[in-house]
């Protein structure tokens, strides 16, 4: 009897020991949850690892495992919906992650709340390169997410020639097959680049060109699209669309006749960062959650996921990552780089127009003079009916009054 | 007589108070947006831009209506075979009809533009059968064609409910008179159809003028109707006053759309008119 109890007790210990999963560092700074804390989280679409499969960790579950901390993660699909939502309060969030030019355009507008990433033990791990950066000069307001570029992916089954230049999409040879991202900033940085414009002048007249190329461009899209772009180039319904890189490398993966270049009059670079909006209702939490985010083990499993640059250096040292980590796209060396340049914050009346445009993009084609006719066309039928019932009326009326007749 | 009225007092109530916590009071809120500027202040500017969107409005007024009416002429010979048949068979068809609402509209579109994609099912059938491809995604028709999909039921099941109640006693004394049948349909099954005709017209008009999410899937957002361009003033361009002043005059083009159609169905309505 005691053999066995003794067998199992080790059968229990081993157990202990082979299921734990490898600690994170720096455990005693997840400590001291209240019960039934709860975090928010709004992120974008596809960018946190989620599941257990292929060796991967399902990163909000672990962290809840960890902290005791519920978390509630929400997503949204470009900056300007996200700024919408939270400029208009309604809902608070304890944790956002804008890119460069909206960090610099919430902090400007008092949405974000500062706080020190020094304090977190994981923030040593960020490149020095994404430290002071210009939207977040003192480090504290943001800790880098994500970083990444916009190139041109395009199906070589599709395209005969490889492209070097952004005109591609403006080539009537690939009318109907071609895919135009769906967001203002960056549908507009591809005509600046063409025209040889930088993305952050404020000047109206030039956002006019931008705006006419883009609604000259209009006849021969397919769509504006976000999410959707993984299913159309996927699938090879679409023939070439500009997106970004980390989401290159996952299409790739499912379509390998797809390609990419960072065509050569100029491209976005971007910095997606970790920040707490002015609302936060759980400042303590979210702090673990960005710290836990910069952990080797985590930044490592949501750079496989995610599949952009990581600004995390334990993770481009890290040898599992090497075959990622010398990606030309995604790193370019110095022979690589493409000419870059980042968003910045515009003044507002630079941002109105961008709206309008925007809007008259939108609109552009659709209508043809068949509307016009068809409404002609039924107003006549309305008309004709009118008439018609008129005088069917008088001519019954005149039947009551003279029957002989 | 006082007690009854303090009865119905009590029983409209929960009505009462949900029509004004989701009907008025949002609808304050689109008018007040309308009329004011981001700063708070009275302006008339987001109303008088109208012109620019006259183009927009107009062709989504348009493919609403070709859509209704496309459903007419589908769901009204349904409606009738549908009320003259047996129970059973009355209990199948409107099991058909509902089914496809048991299924969210999102997914719905969704997988209407995987149907209709140039590398999708339709098009990969028509090269098995050796058929010329047909390029059916992104145009007008693909946006009427989900339009009609989605809002069908809509516009059978009033038809159907009111032509369930028709007598059809007055169908065979006019036969005995000697009706032909073009005269039966015009003189009788039409006329005491109308009110159905007028609500379902509603139901399948209204959503189909103000859709967002069918014309980004099925015209790829190069066919952007009015609710696509308030659907982005609320959710990314972050202007709230445009896109109330948009709504409130959709609503009042809407509006004069029921009033011309009611000048149709009016005079003979029994109650079953929506508006």
């Not at chain 1, 969030?93 to 507008?109: A, C, F, K, L, N």
């Not at chain 2, 015209?219 to 709504?247: C, H, P, R, V, W």
Request: aromatic share 14%; net charge negative; charged share 20%.
């Amino acid at each position: 009897m005691k053999k066995l109890l003794f067998l199992l007790l080790t059968l229990a210990l081993l157990g202990c020991t082979v299921f734990a999963v490898s600690a994170y560092e720096h455990e005693d700074y997840y400590k001291g949850a209240k019960k039934g804390e709860v975090l928010n989280v709004f992120n974008w679409g596809e960018y946190i690892s989620d599941s257990y499969e292929d060796g991967m960790l399902d990163v909000n579950r672990e962290f809840e495992r960890l902290t005791g901390i519920k978390v509630n993660y929400v997503t949204f699909e470009s900056n300007e919906d996200m700024y919408a939502k939270i400029k208009n309060g309604g809902v608070s969030y304890d944790i956002v992650v804008p890119s460069d030019y909206m960090i610099e355009r919430m902090v400007s507008e008092g949405l974000l709340q500062s706080f020190d990433p020094e304090s977190l033990p994981n923030y040593h791990y960020i490149d020095s390169k994404y430290k002071n950066m210009y939207y977040d000069p003192d480090n504290t307001y943001s800790v880098p997410y994500n970083v990444g570029m916009v190139g041109l992916i395009y199906n070589t089954k599709m395209v005969d020639e490889t492209p070097t230049s952004w005109k591609i999409m403006w080539d009537e040879k690939y009318a109907g097959k071609i895919l135009m991202i769906d967001n203002p900033r960056d549908a507009f940085a591809i005509p600046q680049k063409i025209l040889g414009y930088s993305f952050n002048d404020p000047d109206l007249k030039q956002l006019d060109d931008v705006a006419q190329m883009l609604i000259d461009q209009k006849p021969l899209l397919q769509g504006y699209v976000m999410d959707e772009v993984f299913n159309k180039m996927e699938s090879g319904e679409a023939a070439m669309v500009p997106y970004y890189v980390g989401d290159y490398i996952i299409m790739h993966d499912i379509n390998p006749d797809l390609a990419f270049v960072y065509p050569e009059e100029g491209v976005n670079i971007f910095v997606d960062a970790m920040c707490i909006p002015r609302t936060a209702q759980n400042v303590d939490a979210a702090l673990k959650y960005i710290n836990f985010m910069l952990d080797p083990e985590i930044a490592l499993t949501n750079a496989w996921y995610i599949g952009y640059a990581s600004p995390n250096t334990a993770v481009v040292e890290n040898e599992d990552y090497a075959d990622m980590a010398e990606n030309q796209y995604l790193y370019p060396d110095d022979e690589h780089m493409p000419n870059v340049e980042y968003f910045h914050n515009l003044p507002q009346e630079t941002l109105n127009r961008f709206s309008e445009l925007w809007n008259q993009i939108k609109m552009a084609g659709g209508t043809d003079n068949s509307v016009y006719f068809g409404f002609g066309v039924t107003a006549a039928v309305i008309v004709f009916y009118f008439v018609y019932r008129f005088f069917q009326k008088r001519r019954r009326q005149y039947w009551y009054d003279f029957p002989e007749a | 007589m006082t007690k009854n009225s303090a009865l119905k007092k009590v029983v409209s109530a929960p009505y009462l108070v949900w029509a004004a916590l989701f009907i008025i009071v949002p609808l304050i809120f689109v008018v007040y947006y309308s009329l004011v500027d981001a700063g708070g202040a009275f302006t008339l500017d987001y109303i008088k831009s109208i012109g620019r969107y006259k183009d927009i409005m107009l062709n989504s007024i348009w493919l609403g209506f070709v859509a209704t009416i496309i459903c007419l002429v589908i769901a009204y010979p349904l409606a009738y075979i549908m009320a003259r048949s047996t129970k059973n068979v009355q209990r199948t068809m409107m099991m058909l009809v509902m089914l496809p609402m048991w299924m969210n509209l999102l997914i719905r579109t969704y997988s209407l533009m995987i149907l209709l994609q140039d590398t999708g099912i339709l098009n990969s059938v028509f090269s098995f059968l050796h058929l010329p491809e047909r390029h059916m995604i992104n145009t007008r028709g693909a946006v009427i064609l989900g339009m009609v999909y989605n809002y069908i039921p809509y516009m059978i099941l009033p038809l159907y409910s009111i032509m369930a109640k028709i007598d059809y006693g007055l169908v065979e004394a006019a036969q005995d008179l000697g009706a032909s049948r073009t005269a039966v349909l015009r003189k009788i099954i039409l006329p005491l159809s109308l009110p159905g005709i007028a609500s379902g017209f509603t139901m399948v008009f209204v959503p189909s003028v103000s859709t967002f999410y069918i014309s980004k899937k099925l015209g790829g957002s190069t066919f952007s109707l009015i609710g696509d361009i308030i659907e982005m003033q609320f959710k990314s361009a972050n202007n709230y006053n445009l896109g109330a002043a948009l709504s409130l005059i959709l609503m009042v083009l809407i509006l004069l759309c029921m009033a011309i159609m009611n000048r149709f169905t009016g005079e003979d309505d029994d109650g079953g008119v929506l508006i």
